[in-house]
């Protein structure tokens, strides 16, 4: 391949401006395509939304591995024995996961809901909506972090050891900290939701990312020419990976089309604390891997994973403590709703800021 090509393909800013521009308006039209439709074919969103495990939906988790898969291709295992030699993104990915989200998350919760917004919801629901944006905090995010970390060129297998870390870390963590936060004296937690989509989300598409690179470099003559046939490999799969996310907006609108038309007054109400959560998290991380010197295509990933969060944990968790049809659960599907937006955001921010950092 020419020097010429090999270039466009593997620069990092190769395409930013044109991706950003017109997938801002094409999920701005799926996000209005998504309520329409879900008020409109009612009956085909249910069927959808019926299709689900351990409160994974099937469809969406389809979609996901569709934009994760890409990612994967470009996790190279041979470095990752190295990624113990810049443990400083890690450090600060699992401060701010564990350390400071779940108790700035709180804390937000009683201040709108307590205070600010006290006078417009009954104290009963003002409890729950607390208790569901605490169950977004403490949950990390396992899945769409990898179609963050692909649209800023993160690092791809450093971004695969700081998701896995926090994988393992929830496991253990995440039961006390909601318990402590809610007050409450036991947190049963979904072990098939947390299992079934680490498997569907990180395990299945790693292996057969593996499996694919693997094919790649074994057809290329050096290290050079395998590492660009696996960036023309993920270029031809950009297409794929952004009708699946434009698909995925459509769906997870559509599912609560009739919820956002219904109670557009209290889903603005929750979206405040979760935008205020979300916009002071990925800043907060962000200065703090720029004042630490980390390199951006390791800082950026490192301050979306903090921003991002574990939905599907979230709402199963909601809906075992406090039924399907409760303030608390509501306030989980607010989170998902509000993410992708605020996460394409933040994207765009990151890729513009690209020049803040050192590359590595």
């Avoid at 109400?269 to 010197?293: D, H, M, N, R, T």
Wanted: net charge neutral; charged share 10%.
């Amino acid at each position: 391949m020419s020097d010429h090509v090999l270039q466009s393909a593997e620069s990092p800013t190769a395409g930013i401006g044109f991706f950003e521009k017109w997938l801002s308006v094409w999920v701005a039209l799926c996000i209005v395509a998504g309520i329409a439709a879900g008020n409109l074919l009612p009956g085909l969103f249910g069927f959808l939304a019926s299709l689900e495990y351990a409160s994974v939906n099937m469809v969406v988790a389809v979609l996901i591995w569709a934009m994760v898969f890409p990612m994967m291709v470009n996790v190279d295992f041979a470095s990752l024995s190295h990624v113990g030699d810049r443990p400083k993104g890690l450090v600060l990915t699992l401060a701010v996961n564990w350390l400071i989200k779940p108790f700035t998350m709180a804390a937000l919760g009683v201040l709108f809901f307590k205070h600010v917004f006290a006078g417009f919801i009954p104290p009963a629901d003002a409890e729950h909506y607390i208790a569901g944006l605490i169950l977004l905090g403490a949950a990390p995010c396992t899945a769409m972090v990898f179609v963050w970390s692909q649209m800023t060129r993160g690092d791809a297998t450093y971004t695969l050891v700081q998701v896995s870390v926090n994988d393992v870390i929830m496991v253990f963590a995440f039961a006390p900290i909601v318990a402590l936060l809610l007050g409450v004296t036991s947190i049963a937690v979904p072990w098939s939701t947390l299992i079934i989509s680490t498997l569907l989300y990180v395990v299945v598409p790693l292996i057969a990312g593996a499996w694919v690179r693997h094919r790649l470099v074994a057809r290329s003559k050096g290290e050079a020419g395998g590492q660009a046939a696996v960036a023309r490999f993920t270029e031809r799969l950009k297409p794929v990976s952004v009708l699946g996310l434009l698909a995925t907006v459509v769906l997870l609108f559509g599912f609560q089309g009739d919820v956002i038309v219904s109670r557009p007054f209290i889903i603005v109400l929750i979206a405040v604390p979760l935008l205020v959560q979300s916009y002071g998290i990925f800043f907060l991380a962000y200065g703090a891997a720029k004042a630490w010197k980390v390199p951006f295509n390791v800082a950026a990933p490192c301050a979306l994973i903090g921003t991002s969060n574990f939905f599907e944990l979230a709402v199963a968790v909601a809906i075992s403590l406090f039924g399907l049809h409760s303030g608390a659960a509501l306030a989980t599907v607010v989170g998902v709703l509000v993410e992708v937006p605020v996460m394409l955001s933040l994207v765009a921010f990151a890729n513009r800021t690209r020049h803040w950092f050192d590359q590595a």
